[in-house]
């Protein structure tokens, strides 16, 4: 089946450094996600990608479709504490299609 | 957004026994859907649950083990019947409305001893 491959698995960088994680398949993808969970929480939605080349942004974050529609990028700017947690991926594999696939995840952790 | 209502929040229960577990949304929603999360590990579907009718399971997911239920457009229950400690995971309750991509609800953390 589809997979998505999403690194890095894990970071540990300190306060106000940037943050870059990519998710990639081997399948076209029509829609990226990007979540974060933090403990004891399920994923929140923080950015949303429809079209290739898209680039997006909320707040310190800015997201990117893939022009070949198979890799999307998660960047954070100037991280701060509460910026840890875990990143999952997610991809919408056909137009219309209901189920999302889920990276691995990237677990952030911050030194202050 | 819609909102998302999981309990209950977590759970220690015995080998043997069931857990249901419930979820009520605030608003009404095209798909609801079940996840499990090992720990440490990332998200998998168990199965869409179809208002009205059977869930659709997911390959290695079956009725008997993980037995579904969606009366309405806003409410579903997952059991976790006949546990084992191999059960021990995060389960998810997630939603998607006509315009709003895939919402979550904070998750029920069973252990199972």
């Known amino acids: 089946g589809q997979q998505l491959n999403q690194s890095p698995q894990s970071m540990f960088i300190q306060e106000g450094e940037d943050v870059s994680m990519n998710c990639t398949s081997s399948?076209?993808?029509?829609?990226w996600l990007w979540y974060k969970q933090d403990p004891g929480e399920g994923p929140v939605l923080l950015i949303a990608?429809?079209?290739?080349?898209e680039l997006t942004s909320n707040g310190r974050l800015t997201a990117q479709f893939g022009i070949t529609r198979k890799d999307s990028f998660l960047n954070i700017s100037a991280s701060i504490p509460s910026d840890v947690g875990i990143y999952f991926c997610?991809?919408?594999?056909?137009?219309?299609?209901?189920?999302?696939?889920f990276g691995q995840g990237t677990r952030l952790t911050i030194n202050p | 957004s819609a909102v998302i209502s999981q309990k209950p929040s977590r759970d220690i229960c015995q080998r043997g026994t069931s857990l249901t577990i419930q979820c009520q949304v605030d608003?009404?929603?095209?798909?609801m859907f079940w996840y499990r999360q090992q720990p440490g590990q990332s998200l998998t579907l168990i199965a869409t649950?179809?208002?009205?009718?059977?869930?659709?399971?997911e390959s290695g997911f079956v009725i008997d083990k993980f037995p579904i239920s969606r009366p309405n457009l806003t409410f579903s229950t997952l059991t976790v019947s006949n546990m084992s400690p191999e059960d021990s995971s995060i389960y998810l309750c997630?939603?998607?409305?006509?315009?709003?991509?895939?919402?979550f609800g904070s998750g029920t953390q069973l252990s199972v001893l």
């Open positions: 399948s076209i993808f029509n829609t």
């Open positions: 649950a179809n208002q009205g009718s059977e869930a659709t399971y």
């Open positions: 997630s939603a998607q409305g006509r315009y709003e991509k895939l919402f």
């Open positions: 608003s009404q929603v095209t798909m």
């Open positions: 997610a991809g919408q594999p056909t137009e219309g299609a209901q189920k999302l696939v």
């Open positions: 990608l429809y079209k290739a080349g």
